[in-house]
């Protein structure tokens, strides 16, 4: 096959004067079946905007917050994806400012089927003058009737207060009311299929 390219240059989406998200994306190919398919981006986001769009209703909902994320990718035999991710000026659903967030990430996916990962976290409180720092690394394996998990947990100083406050990150789903019919509980517990262990390596707890 012959080789190609393709540009996204500022790629933006706004609303009343203000941008929602912007992205650029450069991905091709060069000539012959065996190369990858590469590409790399950027993108932008700001966050309180986002979460009040109904396409972006799973978002958290969040008073304040930019998104800043630069990455790459490679698919072909192998697939790898790489990126840096900032979450600045977040502010919570009720007002409290969180503490801005970096990562980065890494993720390769084996052509047998396994998943390797790395995501190493920083969690800043720029207001208490202290930082927080996360790791999570592992496996990701296709095992019937599943998937077999095995990651690390690690980290040299974490202020539980700083980590819990993401939280806010989640997002909380409205309550629906129970149907008459409902079972009073899941016929299956959510963590059928999975398998594993997680290996939890902290140094100082705060």
Known sequence: PQ??????TDFSVAQNGS??????LKAGR????????KATGSLSAA????????VFATLPVLKGGELQMDFSASAGRQQD????????DLIGPGGEKLPMVTADA???LEPGGRVIFNLPLIFSNLAQKRVSDLAITGTVIPAAPGYQINARLSGDDVFIDDVQMLAALTGSAPT?????????????PFWHG???EVTLALKRLH
């Open 106 to 108: 890494r993720a390769t």
């Open 30 to 37: 060069m000539a012959g079946a065996a190369n990858p398919i």
């Open 3 to 8: 080789g190609w390219q393709a540009d996204i």
């Open 194 to 196: 999975l398998s594993g």
């Open 81 to 88: 994806v790489q990126g840096t991710l900032k979450l600045s």
């Open 19 to 24: 941008n929602l998200f912007k992205l650029s």
């Open 176 to 188: 629906q009311p129970a149907k008459a019919n409902a079972p009073s509980r899941d016929e299956v």
């Open 47 to 54: 966050l309180a905007g986002l979460s009040g769009q109904p």
